[in-house]
């Protein structure tokens, strides 16, 4: 996973959420230097990462990578 990259990652209750990777901002993105984008950068589509977060920590697989 790297900036640019559209990432589908899954929580551990099986809710998904599409993100793009970018530094930007906007609707429906994830800074690189968020929780979320942190703990995805490098990654690769089966991983599941620890996203420490504000609001409390959890668990995300990624399940789905596009250019």
Same mark, same amino acid.
């Given at each position: ?6 990432? *589908? ?23 690189? $230097? ?5 703990? #995805?950068?490098?990654?690769? *589509? ?14 995300? $697989?990624? #399940?789905?990578?596009?250019?």
């Amino acid at each position: 996973v790297h900036v640019g990259h559209t990432i *589908v990652v899954e929580n551990e209750s099986g809710d998904r959420i599409e993100v793009e990777l970018s530094p930007l901002g906007g609707a429906g993105t994830a800074s690189p $230097t968020s929780p979320l984008g942190a703990a #995805v950068i490098g990654k690769r *589509v089966g991983d599941t990462v620890d996203v420490v977060a504000p609001r409390g920590a959890w668990k995300a $697989t990624i #399940v789905e990578l596009h250019d």
